[in-house]
C-alpha cells in the first residue's frame, strides 16, 4: 500500500468481472448488505477501499456506484472468498439494487482506492456519520489483530483499543452495530432524535473520549462532510493524528475522469483538486480544504 | 485472417480500436484493467499550454444512459505532460495522439510545435470543441477559425493532425470541410452535446460550471448520423465516436463511414470494455466477409 499523501497510484492488477450475490440483506432503515463472491478481490482488498458496483446489461443506470469494503468473508479453509459491502438506497441505481436476489450476477471492479494507512494507533478512535460507519468495521478487526488483509497480508501494528463514535438520524438507521461490538470494538452512539445513545452530534462524544483514554489517540474518519470538517478541526485542537475518507461523485472510480475532485493542500499550504478515487479516498485531515474554509488561490495553476 | 489496420490520413493504426480523450487518464490509470499495448491508439486528457485546475465539482452527472461532465480541462499543462506524462506512453506499443487545446490560436500552434520537437506523440487531436471552457469551442463553430487554427498547426508541425468537432453546430459538414481544407489527416466526431442538469427541490443545475457535455449510449444516434453526414462532405477519414459501447456499435460506425472508432464514457462503466471490442471485431468484420476494416467503411447502402 502506498501513503494517501504521494502521488498517484495505480493498481498493478485490478479485478472487473461479474461476481455472484450470494447475500443480500437488510441491516436497518434503508441500509443493505450486499455480499459478493470474488476471491481475487477478497484476497487483495484492505480497509478503507472500495469497489465498483454496476447492474450488467443495462445502459440506465450507466455508471458504477462506489462502495467501501465492509467485510472479507473467508471460505471453510479460510481463504478470502467475498466481500461485503453495505449500501443506503438513495436513488435510481440502489433502489434496483435492493431488488437484486441471490445467485444473480453484478459487474464489479476494485480494490480500488488507498486504505487507511496502517500507521501506529494505540487507541484508534473511529468516528462515522451516515453511512459512514462502513470502512471502520474491517479497519477496526485489523487493528484489533482479528484479521489481516491485502495480499500479501500487510502488517498492522496491533492497538491496545478501537472504539466506533457512530451517528444517524435515529436508532432505526444505526446499521452494522452489532458487528462491531461482536468484533470487540467499543461502540458510541449518537442520533439526531435522541432515539438512542447521545441526543446530538457524533463529533460530541470526540473529545470526552479522548480526553478518558490512557493511550495516545488516532482519529480516522468517515460521513457527511461537515461532519468530518468537524471531526478535523477537533483532532487539530487536540493535536493527534486524523484520516479521513471522503466521498466525491465519482463516474468511474479508477482515475480516468476527473470527476471525484477534492481541494488537498500541498506541503507548502497550496490547494489543488485531487481525484479522491486515485489519490484518495483516504487523506490527511489537514490536507483536505473544507468547504467553509477560504480558498485562496490553487497552487500554480492560472485562474480560470 | 481479417486485416485490422486502418490508415488515417498520414497516420497507420494497427487495429481501429481508440481510447477517447479524457476517458483514459494518461493510460497509467487503466493498466490494471486493460493490456493498454493492444489498443490501436491512445489519446491521453487533454492538455493545454499552461495548467489549469478545471472546473468546480460536481463535475459530472448521470442522466439517462449518459452522463454530462464539467471538468474544465483539469490538467498540469504541456510542459508537465511531456516530462511526467510522455516518457511512458512513447513507450507503449499504440499510437499516441496527444489531445490539445488552445484559448488562442498561438497557443494551439505553440503547442503542435513542442510536440513535434519532444518524442512520443504520433498525431496530434485539435480539441476545438470542447464545451466546458470558455474560448474551447469557438473553434468549432466558425468554420473560419477552425480553418485557420489547424492549417496554423499544421504548417508548424509534422505530425499527422486530427480535428476533433463538436455536434453543437447546425452545419457540422461546413466546420469539417474548413478541417479538411486546413489539412487535417483526419476529424474525429463528435464531441459531448452541450446539456445540463437541475436539482428542482433545490432550484440548483447539478453540475457546478452549471452547463456540462452529455456523453454515453444516449448520444449515439446523434454520433451515428455525424459521421454519416461529414463522411459524404469530405475526402478526409473519420474517427467516430459517441456512446460506443458493444461491438454493434462499433460496426454501426464503420458502416456509416468512421475509419476508426473511440471508446470514451463506455471505459468508465466498463473498464475492459476495450479488450472486448477487440476480441469480438475479427469475427464481426467476418460476418460482412470482409477481408479488412477498409472493406466496410462507409458501406452504408440507404435505399
Known sequence: MTSFQGTPTYPDHAWHGNATVLENVQIARATFRIRLASPPLAERIVPGQFLMLRLPRRDDPLLGRPLALYAVVPDASGRPHAVDVVYLIIGRMTSRLREVPAGAKLDVWGPLGNGFPPDEAEHLVMVAGGIGQTPFLSLGREFLGMQRYGKPPRAVPVAKKATLCYGARSAEFLAGVSDFEAAGIEVHLATDDGSRGHRGLVTDLIAPLVAKSPWPCRIVCCGPEPMIAATARIAQRLAIPCQVSLETPMACGIGACFSCVARIRDESGNWDYRRTCVEGPVFDAQHVVFDNEELGAPSAREAE | MV???????????????????????????????????????????????????????????????????????????????????????????????????????????????????????????????????????????????????????????????????????????????????????????????????????HRRPRLGNVLGGLSGPAIKPIALRAVFQVARAVAIPIMGIGGIATIDDVMEFLVAGATAVQIGTANFYNPTVTMRLLDELPEALAQLGAAGVSDVVGTLEVP
Open chain 2, 3 to 201: 486485416q485490422l489496420a486502418v490508415q488515417l490520413g498520414r497516420l497507420r493504426l494497427r487495429n481501429p480500436i481508440v481510447v477517447a480523450s479524457g476517458t483514459f487518464g494518461y493510460a497509467r490509470e487503466m493498466t490494471g484493467f486493460v493490456d493498454v499495448g493492444r489498443l490501436g491508439a491512445i489519446l491521453p486528457k487533454t492538455i493545454t499550454r499552461h495548467p489549469r485546475p478545471g472546473n468546480p465539482p460536481p463535475r459530472t452527472c448521470e442522466t439517462a444512459a449518459g452522463m454530462l461532465n464539467a471538468i474544465g480541462l483539469d490538467n498540469d499543462g504541456i510542459d508537465a505532460f511531456l516530462t511526467r506524462q510522455m516518457p511512458y506512453l512513447a513507450g507503449l506499443e499504440p499510437a499516441i495522439i496527444v489531445s490539445i487545446a488552445g484559448r488562442t490560436e498561438e497557443e494551439f500552434v505553440e503547442m503542435a510545435r513542442l510536440l513535434d520537437a519532444a518524442d512520443g506523440a504520433d498525431a496530434i487531436e485539435l480539441n476545438i470543441s470542447c464545451p466546458n471552457v470558455s474560448g474551447g469551442v469557438d473553434f468549432g463553430t466558425d468554420p473560419a477559425r477552425c480553418e485557420r487554427v489547424v492549417s496554423g498547426c499544421r504548417k508548424a508541425c509534422k505530425l499527422p493532425i486530427l480535428a476533433k468537432l463538436t455536434p453543437n453546430v447546425t452545419d457540422l459538414a461546413r466546420v469539417a470541410k474548413a478541417a479538411e481544407n486546413g489539412g487535417a489527416d483526419a476529424l474525429s466526431l463528435v464531441n459531448t452535446c452541450l446539456g445540463m442538469a437541475i436539482d428542482w427541490r
